[in-house]
């Protein structure tokens, strides 16, 4: 097959124009980025090798391998993983798969200011395209396992990148980078200097589980060839002691395995002894990945035996709610080829996930009390899918209601938790009063929370679309009704000053209107009542108790039901 030459689409070559220019002075995240895409590989071989996918796959010796040329100022990454078909060249490398990334590009033009976009690119690195913060032209030369034809990528990340087929080419990935003419002024940035790499290495990939070797410069004079030196200690992190690991090298695992190119807002570790062993290394991210409720969301932990990646995303882990944490749980005693229906169904992977539940709200409970800033943040990010659990999770929901905050119409515009919304409640008064609607200004001008208003009774306001849903499921906190203010008879004892029968009278002297509107609006109300619940306004719409409230019926219209 001869040459073909692609176009890089739009935001590809957004993202290359701000790699090839970018005076970021912290480049060398490039070679975390290219380290970490090559442990993946290996990852995934080793995988497809264990549920026999990969029958004519070399899995013997599976390690990264980079090499300098000092003299062609090349520095390659090399790995004998998984690989790559032509087809899968052109759709990964080609084009922004990566939901992170698309993010991240959504984010910088944000930043309008060029020095915001810089700080971003240098937390990021953007995967494999980071190359071209380095060099002026990368290559890329891949077998897929079992496959016999290999395929040539290559490109100055300039509009345009070409395909090839070739005949030789070993198992896995090379990545060439065609590094740019060395600064004199500035040795920092020399990658083909050995300490420069060895240094790169152990400061953001040092806990990669596979080998990283690099073989060192002949030296002048001496015929032996050198031995690969390896660069990383490949321990770990779970499993050295928690003195030992420094945050930033968390950090680095946590982007790694996440995607994500921003530190964690919170980690937690653990490690369970006994009959069961296995530890446990979780992480809160800062930000909800835009997909968090669709159904391509990568949910679901890193499960680890005995060191070994036997799924890379185990759902089984964790319930649906807590979706957005991201980690590894390594087990002692599981059997590494293990599927993932038997997985669901496992006794210990169910203690295992209950007791990680638990250890993830008691974290987010000590953030609250101990740091109300990183609170806030988590519980603007994740709060809405945290409350799913008031739903799902009976067990917890003690534990839910003690970590979820509302905003409401009073407390200072703080929000407020339903202890402190009890503990304010006004004399008499039985039950915790909410709205819901779309937004809080709509709900707030609602004609539904004029009495409470006028009598200074605080009503929760709930803009969430699973609100709707928790706060039947819950029904009540500590002996306290938890009502719609927009729903039903409500009694706030407006009407105390009036005796009964001054009530019927009323009704009677109105009953006429009643009967005539009840008679034009037929189609669309049920009954027409006298409220005393209005101050201002004339007239509201209200739901009976057991119907569906306006948002939900949106909800439910927009889901197709
Ligand atoms: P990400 O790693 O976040 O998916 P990258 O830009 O780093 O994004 O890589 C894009 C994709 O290219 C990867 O998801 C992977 O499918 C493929 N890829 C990159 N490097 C390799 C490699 N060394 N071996 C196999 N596939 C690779
Ligand atoms: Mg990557």
Same mark, same amino acid.
Request: with cysteine; glycine share 4%.
């Given at each position: 097959m001869p040459t073909e030459t692609f176009e890089y689409q739009v935001e590809a070559r957004q993202l290359l124009q701000l790699m090839i220019h970018s005076v970021y002075s912290h480049k060398d995240v490039f070679l975390r980025e290219l380290v970490s895409n090559a442990s993946d590989a290996l990852d995934k071989l080793r995988l497809a090798a264990l549920r026999d996918d990969a029958p004519d796959a070399d899995t013997s010796d599976l390690h990264i391998e980079i090499d300098v040329d000092k003299d062609a100022r090349t520095l390659t990454v090399r790995d004998n993983g998984i690989g790559m078909s032509y087809d899968e060249v052109g759709r990964l490398i080609g084009t922004i798969a990566n939901s992170g990334t698309a993010e991240f590009l959504r984010e910088l033009r944000e930043a309008k200011d060029a020095g915001g976009a810089e700080g971003l690119i240098g937390q990021f690195g953007v995967g494999f395209y980071s190359g071209f913060m380095a060099a002026d032209e990368m290559t890329l030369v891949t077998r897929r396992a079992g496959e016999t034809q290999g395929t040539r990528w290559s490109s100055h990340g300039e509009g345009t990148y070409t395909l090839e087929t070739v005949d030789e080419a070993p198992q896995g990935t090379a990545v060439t980078l065609h590094l740019k003419p060395a600064d004199p002024e500035n040795q920092l940035h020399d990658y083909t200097a050995p300490w420069k790499i060895r240094e790169i290495v152990k400061r953001y990939s040092d806990f990669i589980t596979w080998p990283i070797r690099m073989v060192p410069e002949q030296r002048e004079g001496d015929d032996t060839t050198p031995e690969p030196e390896t660069l990383n200690s490949m321990k770990a992190l779970w499993a050295r002691s928690r003195d030992e690991v420094s945050d930033d090298e968390y950090h680095e695992l946590y982007k790694h395995i996440s995607h994500d190119w921003r530190a964690p807002l919170e980690t937690v570790r653990f490690q369970a002894e006994g009959t069961f062993e296995y530890q446990a290394l979780l992480f809160l991210p800062e930000h909800a990945s835009h997909d968090?409720?669709?159904?391509?969301?990568?949910?679901?932990?890193?499960?680890?035996?005995?060191?070994?990646?036997?799924?890379? %995303?185990?759902? #089984?882990?964790?319930?649906?709610?807590?979706?957005?944490?991201?980690?590894?749980?390594?087990?002692?005693?599981?059997?590494?080829?293990?599927?993932?229906?038997?997985?669901?169904? %496992?006794?210990?992977?169910?203690? &295992?996930?209950?007791?990680?539940?638990?250890?993830?709200?008691? $974290?987010?409970?000590?953030?609250? #009390?101990?740091? $109300?800033e990183r609170y806030a943040t988590f519980w603007r990010e994740f709060g809405a899918v945290l409350k799913e659990g008031l739903i799902t999770d009976t067990e917890n929901r003690e534990a839910i209601c003690a970590v979820a905050t509302f905003a409401g119409t009073h407390g200072d515009d703080r929000p407020t938790t339903l202890q402190e919304y009890v503990e304010?409640?006004?004399?008499?008064?039985?039950?915790?009063?909410?709205?819901?609607?779309?937004?809080?200004?709509? &709900?707030?001008?609602?004609?539904?929370?004029? $009495?409470?208003? $006028?009598k200074d009774i605080e009503v929760l306001l709930l803009t969430d679309p699973v609100d709707e849903v928790w706060v039947d499921a819950v029904g009540e906190f500590q002996g306290k009704r938890l009502r719609s203010v927009a729903k039903g008879e409500i009694d706030l004892g407006t009407d105390a000053g009036k005796s009964d029968g001054e009530k019927e009278k009323q009704t009677e002297e109105y009953a006429g209107l009643l009967g005539w509107m009840k008679e034009h609006l037929d189609e669309d109300v049920k009954d027409v009542r006298l409220s005393s619940r209005l101050t201002v306004s004339p007239a509201c719409v209200v739901s009976d108790t057991g119907d569906l409230t306006p948002a939900l019926e949106n909800m439910y219209r927009a889901m197709g039901q």
């Open positions: 968090l409720f669709t159904q391509g969301h990568q949910r679901g932990l890193q499960l680890y035996v005995k060191r070994v990646l036997i799924m890379d %995303d185990c759902e #089984a882990l964790l319930p649906p709610y807590l979706r957005f944490v991201k980690g590894v749980v390594d087990a002692q005693d599981l059997s590494l080829n293990v599927s993932r229906e038997i997985l669901q169904q %496992d006794r210990h992977i169910r203690m &295992i996930q209950r007791r990680l539940t638990k250890k993830i709200l008691s $974290a987010v409970k000590d953030m609250k #009390a101990n740091d $109300a304010r409640m006004k004399d008499g008064q039985d039950d915790i009063y909410f709205i819901t609607g779309e937004s809080r200004q709509s &709900i707030e001008n609602s004609p539904h929370m004029e $009495a409470f208003r $006028a």
